[in-house]
């Protein structure tokens, strides 16, 4: 009896470890943040895709920055050994660039993937930053104040 309640709670003990070991283990995430400079104004455009679908991707990651129309000079930075290929594309908005802030720029992101997985897009400058979560496959929308 006594060798048959030890053994009980040492198959829970062990299946308690193994769903601990499993929770604790979370998604791993690879990113790539290629850097967009406005003027003088910067913005990170990040995005985070689990590690273990990078082999998934089908082409480069396409991030498209709308700025406002008449923007300073502007010109992109991509991050040296970046784990998987992006190309950021500039458009201009209708609305006008206030040289005194705040600007909006909108970032669309698309991922193309085998298979759909969870992808992360984070726009920041300085001190702020806005997080937005999607799919690949499919358009990511997120956006950023410049003051």
Not at 14 to 35: I, K, N
Not at 49 to 73: C, E, F, K, M, Y
Not at 106 to 119: K, L
Request: hydrophobic share 45%; charged share 15%; with cysteine.
């Amino acid at each position: 009896m006594r060798v048959r309640v030890s053994l009980s709670l040492v198959m829970l003990l062990a299946a308690l470890v193994a769903f601990a070991m499993r929770v604790e283990a979370g998604v791993q995430f690879c990113e790539a943040d290629p850097v967009i400079q406005i003027g003088d104004k910067q913005m990170a455009v990040t995005v985070q895709i689990p590690s273990d679908q990078v082999a998934n991707l089908r082409g480069p990651v396409t991030i498209i920055a709308s700025l406002p129309r008449n923007h300073p000079p502007t010109r992109v930075t991509y991050q040296p050994n970046a784990p998987f290929a992006e190309q950021v594309v500039l458009r201009e908005s209708v609305i006008p660039w206030n040289d005194e802030g705040p600007n909006i720029v909108r970032v669309s992101v698309y991922v193309p993937s085998a298979v759909e997985h969870d992808v992360i897009v984070i726009a920041a400058s300085g001190a702020t930053s806005n997080q937005v979560t999607g799919h690949s496959n499919k358009t990511i929308e997120n956006w950023l104040v410049l003051r």
